[in-house]
């Protein structure tokens, strides 16, 4: 089945880490490039990071530059993000979401920053 | 980095038609922005209807068609039917980055 999953969210005290991960089946994943998207709640879509197929190219929102980093493992087909110096409006829903045409998307994973 | 506007709210009767946009502040948006269009119902993950402009995917209904008007992309649903009740968000692509769109509120009624 094509599909992404995530995975690795939680609660975490501000100025915490976390690592979400993102687990790719059933479609050549080394071939695509991948973009974390977020959703606060009961707010509209917030692009967060973009990934090359490669990982050569590596892009961030202005929101979360310095703090996060976006990475891949293409013999695990498995996305990562890690989130450093997490604030309280880090608390979203994590989505991955595959590139050229945005065809799929995982169900999320839940991230809430708070003392 | 760039802002991009979308409509807060639209209503549309059943079998209607409703024309979502989707603006840019740095100027027109044209297909160099391969504009995207993405459908959320509550408590779902989105799902895209339409990319590079006006290019549907398999599982989208033949009802939304996507394209430029007046210097804006456009999510153009005709024959609106109770179940396209839902948030539509455009995206579009700039150099280094890409932007959502606040999102429109789409209700049939």
């Known amino acids: 089945e094509v599909q992404l999953v995530e995975s690795g969210g939680g609660l975490v005290k501000p100025g915490g880490s976390l690592r979400l991960s993102c687990a790719a089946s059933?479609?050549?994943?080394?071939?695509?490039?991948m973009n974390w998207v977020r959703q606060a709640p009961g707010k509209g879509l917030e692009w967060v990071s973009f990934?090359?197929?490669?990982?050569?190219?590596?892009s961030y929102a202005d929101s979360v530059k310095g703090r996060f980093t976006i990475s891949r493992d293409n013999a695990k087909n498995s996305l990562y993000l890690q989130m450093n110096s997490l604030r309280a409006e880090d608390t979203a829903m994590y989505y991955c979401?595959?590139?050229?045409?945005?065809?799929?998307w995982g169900q999320g994973t839940k991230v809430t920053v708070s003392s | 980095q760039a802002v991009v506007t979308q409509e807060p709210s639209l209503t549309v009767s059943p079998g209607g038609t409703v024309t979502l946009t989707c603006g840019s502040s740095?100027?027109?948006?044209?297909?160099?922005?391969?504009p995207y269009w993405f459908q959320q119902m509550p408590g779902q993950a989105p799902r895209t209807l339409i990319y590079?402009?006006?290019n549907k995917h398999s599982w989208t209904p033949a009802r939304f068609s996507g394209s430029l008007l007046g210097g804006k992309a456009a999510l153009t649903l005709s024959g609106a039917q109770p179940e396209d009740e839902a948030d539509y968000y455009c995206?579009?692509?700039?150099?280094?980055?890409?932007?959502f769109g606040g999102g429109t509120k789409l209700t049939v009624l």
């Open positions: 979401a595959r590139g050229e045409q945005w065809p799929l």
């Open positions: 059933g479609f050549n994943f080394r071939s695509y490039s």
């Open positions: 990934i090359s197929s490669s990982g050569s190219s590596i």
């Open positions: 740095t100027g027109a948006v044209t297909s160099g922005h391969w």
């Open positions: 590079d402009t006006n």
């Open positions: 995206l579009l692509s700039y150099s280094a980055y890409v932007v």
